[in-house]
């Protein structure tokens, strides 16, 4: 069945550095949508994507859809603590329904 | 943006029990809610897709006489988790899609089974 990985699975930065997360799904797809769930929390949406080679900027965020439209990425500039969570990628499923979401890459952020 | 609110925020329970989750959204129509599972460090897993006045989709795994699914109105879709067992602890997030096809998650549910 269709698949959403993502990379790397946890990534520990001091505050300052800079983090991305990569989003390969086994299928291609009509667009990407981000999250970030904090601790404790529940997703929140963060954009989508819709477009081959689209990119989008959010202040310290940059994300882009692949050319294929089979990848993503999310890219945050000089992270905060503030920027600690679990951010996942979803793409829609078969039948456009409902989202399949990505396996998660959780993120630690030390002052 | 849109609000969606789940009730109870967190439920304890003895085993064999049943423990009925509700998921509202607030500001807007929902045609279609979704429900998901959530275990610790894991992913958000896709039980069942809840389609008003239809019978809910439920994907491949999950048990339709376990997991009860009524969306009765446009604003209202619920889970009942039926003679519950410890397994079924985790964390029970729903979503509302809106007609921009956004969706937006209710704050979670989190079952303890003892």
């Known amino acids: 069945g269709q698949q959403v990985m993502q990379i790397p699975q946890y990534q520990h930065v001091q505050e300052g550095e800079d983090f991305t997360t990569y989003c390969n799904s086994s299928?291609?797809?009509?667009?990407i949508q981000w999250y970030k769930q904090r601790p404790g929390g529940h997703p929140v949406f963060l954009i989508q994507?819709?477009?081959?080679?689209e990119v989008k900027k959010q202040k310290r965020l940059t994300f882009q859809f692949g050319e294929a439209k089979k990848n993503s990425s999310l890219h945050i500039t000089a992270t905060q603590t503030t920027d600690v969570g679990t951010y996942f990628c979803?793409?829609?499923?078969?039948?456009?329904?409902?989202?399949?979401f990505g396996t998660g890459t959780r993120l630690l952020v030390s002052p | 943006g849109a609000v969606v609110s789940q009730h109870p925020s967190r439920v304890i329970c003895k085993s064999g029990t049943s423990v009925k989750i509700e998921c509202r959204s607030l500001?807007?129509?929902?045609?279609?809610m979704f429900w998901y599972r959530q275990f610790p460090k894991q992913s958000l897993m896709l039980m069942a897709t809840?389609?008003?006045?239809?019978?809910?989709?439920?994907e491949q795994g999950v048990e339709k006489d376990k997991f009860l699914i009524n969306h009765a109105s446009l604003t209202l879709s619920t889970l009942t988790v039926t003679s519950a067992h410890p397994e079924d602890s985790s964390f029970y997030i729903c979503s509302a899609r809106d007609l921009l096809n956004e969706q937006f998650f209710g704050p979670g549910t989190r079952l303890t089974v003892l």
């Open positions: 979803a793409g829609p499923g078969i039948g456009f329904q409902k989202l399949v």
């Open positions: 994507l819709v477009k081959s080679g």
């Open positions: 809840s389609n008003e006045g239809s019978k809910a989709t439920y």
């Open positions: 500001d807007f129509q929902a045609t279609t």
């Open positions: 299928t291609t797809l009509s667009n």
